[in-house]
């Protein structure tokens, strides 16, 4: 026999051998196999999407629909995305100009009709699921000289049914994480073709989509990062080969210098600040929080924590992990792509470490988005291990799929409520302007800002009163709930009394699903309270110690503020503090949203609880059933010795400025070119043994702190000295940053000890 036919024969012996062994890499799987098992994928992920497919728009929607109106005409508006800030924005700088574009390509087929917005939405989510597919079969086969089509399929089958994407795939504006996830996938998935074949055309579509998902959102950043990690795990791999990453790094710096030019700032986002963090603990205790509902990914507000579906997901995740460490340890040939993959799940969650905090009801779940990518494959490596028994092998991956999609489901069906409630708040802001004539001063009261962590009308009321949703423009209209902190109501109750026949005022009610008029109306007469209980209170156990009373009123609008002076019993440190509860007309029963805060001093018997009600809309315009209900730390024992109504003036300073009022500004004092001063004038005088004010101004576009607080801000950028009643000057250059600012004031103590509680706040509006 030839030389060469013995080689090519034990060649052949040595491939049939290593087939068999069942060490040896999983089969490839046939195209007729792998196409059906898409099919599969798709329809269930549609399926699964099906809830939300033909709902309206939620929240920030309806800011896009506005803009859309106008850029359809005016192209001009699209092109400015390319070299300013994302869609106009003074208090945010993000520069996304390509999800503008799709955005504008949506309306133009679609106009106002959500189904194609969210088929759009839904197509970027499966085309990322396609791609990984792709990727893993890359990974694997580049990283291990093998081909693993169960590993890829299920990688991409777990991303497409992961629970915690409604927030990124159902909500339309979500789509800004959804589709810089697909151009990131797709710029790896061709780099992976072009380290294959080595052909350019593989390396230019790799940029060009790299450069794509750079301009629709900054996570795409880590694109650099991820080929640089799959590079050090090749194998022979030296450092010289990482240089083949450097068109990327090109790229990247190229993105960075049209981003200072487009933005003034390389950083840019919700805060220009890289590395400020203004409570280390609370943001660590968030992340802890977050990495848990990332791998939980179930909405509590619909399934509890001891329900069988939770517990089941729980089960298959605890499965899950040992699998994994058991195929990392036995299985040599799975440990370079395994190591790659949690370095990819690494890099993807740092973009976003600021921000990282994912809530009970999975609000703030669209920032794990990317990270979900590599956590599917995790999965997938765990749950597709060949070497477990052969049931395992077919039903821990298929149950872990239909879990997931069930419990998908269950996670959308909040956002289709919210879209039926969005479409009701606008029918019904509609029917308001079919019987008001022009554009009168409104007020709304108890909108739904979400829906068990689906978004109704958090920034929508703008794009609500604007044509197409209603028959012209509305300018005078203003929402006021609880998740509104940065309008100063309490700032201006005064000048909403005085002014209150120019000022209309509707609030939502939720069992009819629509706006009633709210009558205005202010008792003027110190309110004295009936207590429901005795005047000790205690409980055993987890159990909180509660007290309601009544005050004696007809109205909600003065009582500002409430002391409850009480003997603890058992005095000790009681972390969880005070709270008091409301209830009235507006909202008839108890809930813990609805409170007010405060925090006991550890170890003190006799105290005087301080609750701010007066910046609380959803109180302050309630009249009939006001009730109130005291709640303290979990086994603490009180006498409760009275509770008293206490006058705004003498617990807090006051502060004015020109046209300041609800006619005029609202609250909102203005810099800019026309205006660069601006005074303001304080006065504490009221406030028993105040010698002196201090002024607090936060640092720009932040969330705003508890109005009316007892503590100074943790996001304050200065103190003022003023005095205990006088005028400060607010001048444009001393603030770098445009945006908007909260400005409160303290009074102080002749020892320079803050006393009392916070102004009402105002917002400064700097213009760039």
Not at 90 to 100: A, D, E, G, N
């Amino acid at each position: 026999m030839p030389v060469r036919s013995q080689l090519n024969s034990s060649a052949a012996k040595a491939a049939a051998n290593q087939e068999s062994s069942p060490e040896s890499a999983v089969k490839e799987t046939s195209r007729a196999q792998l196409f059906a098992t898409l099919a599969v994928i798709t329809l269930a992920t549609v399926v699964a999407y099906s809830p939300v497919l033909f709902d309206f728009f939620n929240g920030d929607d309806f800011v896009h629909l506005t803009w859309l109106r106008h850029a359809i005409t005016q192209p001009e508006l699209i092109w400015k995305n390319f070299y300013s800030s994302w869609l106009d924005g003074t208090t945010t700088k993000f520069y996304r100009p390509l999800i503008s574009v799709f955005m504008v390509t949506d309306y133009f087929v679609w106009r106002s009709n959500g189904l194609g917005f969210h088929l759009t939405n839904l197509a970027f989510h499966l085309c990322s699921s396609f791609l990984l597919f792709g990727i893993v079969r890359g990974v694997v086969q580049q990283l291990t000289g093998r081909k693993d089509d169960r590993v890829a399929l299920l990688s991409a089958a777990v991303f497409a049914l992961y629970p915690l994407h409604p927030e990124a795939v159902s909500w339309i504006t979500g789509r800004v994480d959804s589709i810089v996830t697909t151009f990131s996938l797709a710029s790896f998935w061709a780099y992976l073709h072009w380290r294959e074949s080595t052909k350019v055309k593989w390396l230019v579509l790799s940029l060009f989509c790299f450069a794509l998902g750079l301009i629709s959102k900054e996570m795409a950043i880590t694109v650099p990062a991820v080929l640089v990690l799959f590079e050090l795990l090749r194998p022979n791999t030296s450092f010289k080969k990482l240089f083949v990453t450097t068109p990327f790094w090109l790229v990247l710096a190229g993105y960075f210098v049209v981003r200072r030019l487009a933005l003034g700032t390389f950083v840019g986002g919700y805060d220009d600040s890289l590395l400020f963090i203004a409570n280390f603990k609370e943001f660590l205790l968030n992340w802890l929080h977050a990495l848990r509902m990332l791998i939980i990914p179930i909405n509590k507000e619909l399934v509890g924590s001891h329900n069988l579906l939770t517990k089941a997901w729980e089960g298959l995740c605890i499965g899950a992990v040992a699998l994994g460490i058991w195929r990392f340890a036995t299985d040599k040939n799975s440990r370079r792509p395994i190591l790659f993959t949690l370095g990819w799940f690494a890099l993807s969650l740092l973009p976003v470490y600021k921000l990282f905090a994912i809530a009970d009801d999975l609000q703030g779940s669209r920032l794990a988005y990317l990270a979900t990518v590599p956590l599917s494959v995790l999965f997938a490596f765990a749950l597709g291990y060949f070497r477990i028994h052969a049931v395992l092998r077919i039903a821990l991956p298929v149950g872990f799929c239909t879990l997931a999609a069930v419990l998908l489901w269950i996670n959308n069906q909040p956002w289709r409520e919210a879209g039926l409630q969005a479409n009701a708040l606008r029918h019904s802001l509609q029917q308001i302007y079919n019987e008001e004539k022009g554009d009168p001063q409104t007020l709304l009261i108890g909108m739904p800002d979400h829906h068990k962590g689906a978004y109704i009308s958090r920034n929508a009321l703008w794009g609500m009163t604007k044509f197409p949703q209603m028959k012209g423009d509305i300018w005078n209209c203003l929402m006021l709930n609880q998740f509104e902190p940065v309008h100063p109501f309490g700032f201006l109750k005064e000048s909403l009394f005085k002014d209150r026949a120019q000022i209309k005022v509707f609030r939502w009610v939720p069992a009819d699903q629509r706006f009633l008029a709210v009558p205005l109306k202010s008792a003027h007469v110190a309110t004295t309270f009936k207590l429901e209980g005795p005047a000790r209170i205690s409980s055993d156990g987890k159990l909180r110690p509660e007290l309601v009373f009544q005050p004696i009123t007809d109205s909600c609008w003065d009582l500002d503020f409430v002391r409850v002076d009480l003997d603890l019993e058992n005095p000790g440190t009681f972390p969880t503090g005070a709270d008091l509860l409301y209830a009235n007309d507006i909202n008839p029963t108890f809930q813990l949203g609805r409170r007010t805060h405060f925090d006991l001093e550890p170890n003190v018997r006799k105290q005087s609880l301080l609750f701010a009600l007066r910046s609380l809309p959803e109180w302050s315009f309630g009249s009939s059933g006001a009730r109130l209900k005291l709640l303290l730390p979990p086994g603490s024992t009180a006498v409760i010795k009275s509770i008293t109504a206490v006058p705004s003036a003498s617990v807090m300073p006051q502060i004015d400025f020109e046209n300041s009022g609800y006619m005029g500004t609202k609250g909102y004092l203005h810099l800019g070119a026309d205006k660069p001063q601006n005074k303001l004038t304080v006065d504490a005088s009221s406030v028993p043994g105040a010698t002196a004010v201090d002024v607090e101004i936060t640092r720009a576009n932040l969330l705003f702190e508890e109005q009316n607080s007892p503590k100074p801000s943790t996001f304050a950028r200065e103190h003022r000295p003023a005095a205990l009643k006088g005028t400060i000057i607010l001048d444009k250059k001393d603030f770098s940053t445009p945006g908007i600012y909260e400005l409160r004031a303290w009074a102080k103590d002749s020892s320079g000890k803050l006393i009392g509680r916070s102004s009402d706040h105002i917002v400064i509006a700097v213009d760039p």
